[in-house]
């Protein structure tokens, strides 16, 4: 092996076991999540296992791009906006986001000033902003303990710009202290529109090309989420005359010298400059290149494989398919045999709590879950005549969807689950309301968690990782059919049933997208975040394919691909997307985690022309009857997780407050 491949291999298992297998110490800059300590409320002390922690859940915030708010607009002495430009540049987390150095967000830090002794952000509130420092110095102290001095051209505060995080630091002025201040609401405005006007000049530009004219938008989309931004220096050259075609180039800014050998000698042709492509002659033909350029000044360019540029070019040929077995499209009425239930749903004040038999909490109603908006409980329902049902009765609190913004993700959430019907999707049986909360009563999963299953076996055994997987690959089509783009896979939003059957749940971050779109709402789980979601390029079904790669590797490792005890160092590996696999990991699973957490979405393995037939005929899933898999007629080698008892037996119990939230009377909620 590789000595440096090694070293990085032992540095990532060192450093992931620091971050789960120790308690955080108080006064570790390194464990407080930068300068101004902030985290993703990590519990602590942490669960045992190497699948003990995760990063809560990132709600997405609407961007309030309306009415009477304006982007900041604060014009700076070259002076200041140097001091901006050199903070960002010198910050690896905010120079991997990249756009950093635009006028218009420049111009948007705005001024603010603290005397001696004034706190900026303190420890244990929400954060919000930003901050660099120009003049005077602050202390950052954690639990009363001084972990470092801030000086001009210091940045803290910087995950405040991508979601609501928690201040596990205060920063106090030392002395006078002049900042520069920028708020998430004003960040996430300029960067999302920003990139949504260059994406759109982009393509604008390719449809002009020659040989991709006659592509959809979808298509054309797709491409250029298959491109890399390459940057070239004065007098570098971009491609040089006789040798192999590899790359299609289409100029953003500069300016390009194209010259041809004759007799011996250099010949200038043309310049080309913003908004010209060059380099398609050689893919289109394969043919060795006809001409050299050379960047005069600097230039950058987007880039296309030839591979890519091949599969959607209408000029050029392509190899037929190899069929693949399909999973049968089974029609709706043998769907729902898979799914049995009730003839007619219970009415909610026909449901019974069901109550712990044993141990500290017999008699209290049994809690399968809880999250930010509120509980899952287990209830159980008799037909007139019939057999005890059980059901998942999840209860949200209208007071903290409403204060969270969330209506349009909770109502999107029982749409979605009123439209599947999978088997691999969990079975919405009936919605209910009152005046303080909604209600989706829901299939209940009796093997549990997924997560669970995984803390305390470490890691799977690849049979029952190909499994699992499958499972969640068939989920994926199902809802990407329907025009839904999923966005939260990962362990803990997969269920088993009582076959060990896998289940996809809590739709809370799925979206309506058409072929050929993006949105740009930051959400998802920390550490399967994709990199166009970190840099507001804006995202689309190809974020699922990437989780899926991060949901494998972390089945089989025991922990994700990308990992540290500080947020935004994980974030800047996730946006290099460079991580490396455990010796242990076979082969055609290292292949095909590869192949989906791809840094460039259109190149992701499942976002190619292929589709999800690119995932099922991959080598890894060479033993898998997806027909079967289909029809439930493969014995589930998950089973062997399953505990025997109380039909409880594969939750863990829960404490949860009983204090009646406040009642909500806006009327989001009507069609519940």
Wanted: charged share 25%; glycine share 8%.
């Amino acid at each position: 092996m590789d000595p440096r491949l090694r070293e990085l291999r032992l540095q990532e298992e060192k450093d992931f076991l620091e971050s789960v297998a120790l308690p955080q110490p108080a006064g570790s800059p390194e464990k407080a999540g930068g300068p101004a300590g902030e985290s993703t409320q990590r519990p602590s002390p942490v669960e045992e296992g190497r699948a003990g922690w995760r990063g809560q859940a990132i709600v997405p915030e609407p961007l309030c791009v309306g009415g009477d708010w304006q982007v900041p607009c604060i014009p700076k002495s070259s002076r200041d906006a140097t001091l901006i430009l050199d903070a960002v540049r010198r910050n690896e987390f905010l120079r991997c986001l990249g756009d950093g150095q635009s006028q218009t967000l420049v111009e948007s830090f705005t001024p603010e000033q603290r005397q001696p002794g004034e706190a900026v952000v303190a420890e244990g509130e929400e954060g919000h902003t930003m901050y660099i420092v120009a003049a005077g110095e602050l202390s950052v102290t954690q639990k009363s303990r001084r972990l470092r001095v801030l000086l001009p051209g210091d940045v803290f505060g910087e995950l405040a710009v991508l979601y609501n995080c928690q201040r596990t630091a205060t920063v106090t002025a030392l002395t006078v202290v002049q900042l520069w201040a920028i708020d998430r609401q004003t960040y996430r405005t300029i960067i999302t529109e920003n990139a949504k006007r260059r994406r759109a000049q982009v393509l604008a530009g390719l449809r002009g090309v020659k040989p991709l004219q006659g592509l959809s938008e979808a298509a054309l989309s797709q491409l250029l989420d298959s491109a890399e931004e390459r940057s070239f220096a004065r007098g570098e050259v971009i491609i040089q005359e006789g040798d192999e075609g590899r790359t299609f180039f289409f100029i953003l800014s500069g300016q390009v010298e194209v010259t041809r050998d004759v007799e011996g000698r250099e010949e200038h042709i043309r310049v080309m400059k913003a908004g010209e492509h060059f380099g398609e002659l050689a893919l289109i033909r394969n043919i060795r290149r006809t001409a050299s350029c050379r960047a005069q000044g600097e230039v950058t360019c987007i880039a296309v494989a030839k591979e890519d540029f091949q599969e959607l070019s209408p000029m050029c040929a392509r190899e037929p398919e190899v069929a693949v077995q399909e999973a049968p499209q089974l029609p709706e009425a043998r769907r729902g045999s898979l799914l049995e239930g009730p003839p007619t749903p219970p009415l909610l004040q026909d449901l019974l709590p069901v109550c712990y038999e044993e141990g500290e909490q017999q008699g209290q109603p049994v809690v399968l879950g809880t999250g930010g908006f509120g509980t899952v409980e287990l209830v159980r329902s008799v037909d007139a005549g019939g057999p005890e049902r059980l059901f998942a009765l999840k209860r949200l609190r209208k007071d903290r969807v409403v204060e969270k913004r969330q209506q349009e993700h909770v109502l999107m959430e029982k749409k979605v689950l009123q439209q599947s019907h999978c088997p691999f999707i969990v079975r919405l049986f009936a919605t209910f309301r009152d005046s303080r909360h909604v209600y989706l009563l829901l299939e209940f999963c009796q093997g549990g968690e997924l997560w669970a299953k995984l803390r305390e076996a470490r890691c799977f055994p690849e049979p029952v990782a190909v499994f699992c997987a499958a499972c969640a690959v068939e989920a994926l089509e199902h809802l990407h059919q329907r025009g839904i783009v999923y966005r939260d896979l990962k362990p803990e939003n997969l269920m088993l049933d009582t076959k060990g059957y896998v289940k996809l749940v809590d739709f809370g971050f799925a979206k309506a997208l058409k072929r050929g779109e993006k949105t740009y709402s930051f959400c998802g789980t920390p550490e399967y975040l994709a990199p166009e979601i970190l840099r507001h390029e804006g995202h689309d079904y190809a974020v699922d394919f990437w989780t899926l790669g991060v949901l494998i590797f972390e089945m089989l490792v025991g922990r994700p691909p990308f990992h540290s005890a500080e947020p935004q160092k994980m974030y800047s590996k996730i946006m290099e997307g460079v991580f490396s696999f455990p010796v242990s990991v076979s082969e055609a699973a290292c292949s095909l985690v590869a192949r989906l957490c791809r840094r460039r979405p259109g190149q992701r393995l499942g976002n190619t022309s292929s589709g999800i037939r690119g995932i099922r005929k991959h080598r890894w899933f060479s033993a898998l009857s997806w027909k079967k898999l289909a029809l439930r007629q493969i014995e589930a080698p998950t089973t062997v997780l399953l505990k025997q008892g109380p039909c409880y037996a594969n939750f863990r119990r829960f404490s949860v407050s009983r204090q009646l939230p406040e009642e909500e009377f806006s009327g989001w909620d009507e069609d519940f």
